[in-house]
C-alpha cells in the first residue's frame, strides 16, 4: 500500500523572528534542528522508514530533510530537489514583521493574505532586497512576484503527479520535507479539502504527516505519525 509522509521544515530565524519568509532562503534554528532530528527520531521509532525523498530548493527545507534522514538512518536514500516544493511567494511582505503588519493594515487584512485561498499579497517590487532574480539557483525560472495558495496548488499539482505520484505507484515509500503552503496544497489535494475550508488548515514545524494511499492513491487515511 502506497505511504507519503510529509514534513514540514523546522522552525526557522523567520519563524522564530514572526516575520513573512516565502521563498527568501532563512536557515533553521537550533530548534528547528533539534524538531527535524526528533522527526528521523520518530520515523525510525515507528518503522515508517521513506525509500525515496523530495524537498524544495529552500535551505530551511533541505537541512530539515538531510537531518531527519540521518536520524532515520536513511540518509542514503535518493532524493530530488526542486523549486515547485517551495513555499508560497508572499510578494511584498517578504521580510516584515507579521504583528507590525498587521497594525499597519489590520488583522483582517492581513488574514486575507495569509489564508485566503486566491486572493495574494502586495507584488515584490523588481530591485528590491528580496528579489531573487541574481540567485543562481532560480536561473531559467520564471519567479513570481508574489502567489496565493491557489497560485502555489497549480505549481505543485502538476509536480506530484509527474514527478511524486510514479514514485508511490510504483510502492516507494515516499518522504516530502517542504515547507507550510506547498505541503498544504498537498493536504488539501489529497484530503480534497474544499477551498473555503483550508484556510484553517495548519502545517505544525517538524511533525511527520503520513497518507495511508490506495492504488489509485486516494487517501485512505491521514495521521500524526505522533499520535500513533
Do not use: C
Request: proline letters at 5%; zero cysteines.
Amino acid at each position: 500500500m502506497p505511504r507519503l509522509i510529509l514534513v514540514r521544515h523546522g522552525q526557522s530565524q523567520w519563524n522564530l523572528e514572526n516575520r513573512f519568509t516565502g521563498w527568501w532562503d532563512v536557515d533553521l534554528t537550533a530548534q528547528g534542528e533539534a524538531e527535524a532530528i526528533a522527526a528521523g527520531q520518530l520515523l525510525a521509532e515507528k518503522g515508517v522508514l521513506p525509500t525515496v525523498a523530495f524537498t524544495s530548493i529552500q535551505t530551511r527545507a533541505i537541512r530539515t530533510l538531510h537531518f531527519a534522514l540521518e536520524a532515520a538512518g536513511r540518509l542514503w536514500i535518493p532524493e530530488t530537489k526542486d523549486w515547485r516544493l517551495n513555499e508560497r511567494h508572499y510578494g511584498g511582505l517578504t521580510g516584515l514583521d507579521k504583528a507590525e503588519t498587521a497594525a499597519r493594515h489590520g488583522d483582517e487584512q492581513v488574514k486575507i493574505w495569509r489564508r485566503s485561498f486566491d486572493i495574494p499579497p502586495p507584488v515584490l517590487e523588481a530591485g528590491s532586497q528580496y528579489d531573487l532574480g541574481g540567485d543562481a539557483r532560480y536561473a531559467g525560472i520564471a519567479i513570481p512576484n508574489t502567489e496565493s495558495l491557489k497560485d502555489t496548488i497549480a505549481r505543485v499539482l502538476p509536480y506530484y503527479e509527474a514527478a511524486i505520484a510514479p514514485e508511490l505507484r510504483a510502492g516507494e515509500t515516499v518522504l516530502i520535507a517542504a515547507h507550510g503552503n506547498s505541503l498544504r496544497a498537498l493536504v488539501k489535494h489529497l484530503s480534497n479539502i474544499a477551498d473555503a475550508d483550508i484556510t484553517g488548515l495548519e502545517i505544525p514545524t517538524g511533525q511527520p504527516i503520513v497518507f495511508e494511499l490506495d492504488e489509485n492513491l486516494v487517501a485512505l487515511e491521514r495521521y500524526y505519525l505522533s499520535e500513533r
